[in-house]
């Protein structure tokens, strides 16, 4: 999802995305120490992801945008 869709979503379902990433960030950590994982390039995808949302709603905090 690009950040101008991240941009144009509420931050209430911006909050459910982002806990749903962790989620998932879990489940991928938990893959690769159990040897499960085979295409191991989507932790730092999901990271990022994260890292997009929680940069948006910072900015709707700050009343930046």
């Avoid at 459910?16 to 295409?39: G, I, S």
Wanted: aromatic fraction near 4%; hydrophobic fraction near 40%.
């Amino acid at each position: 999802m690009k950040i101008k869709e991240l941009r144009a979503i509420s931050s209430e379902d911006l909050a459910k995305q982002l806990d749903a990433a962790h989620q998932e960030l879990f489940n991928l950590r938990f893959r690769l120490a159990t040897k499960q994982l085979v295409n191991h390039r989507e932790i730092p995808k999901v990271r990022e992801k994260i890292a997009q949302i929680n940069t948006i709603l910072r900015e709707r905090e700050l009343g930046i945008g």
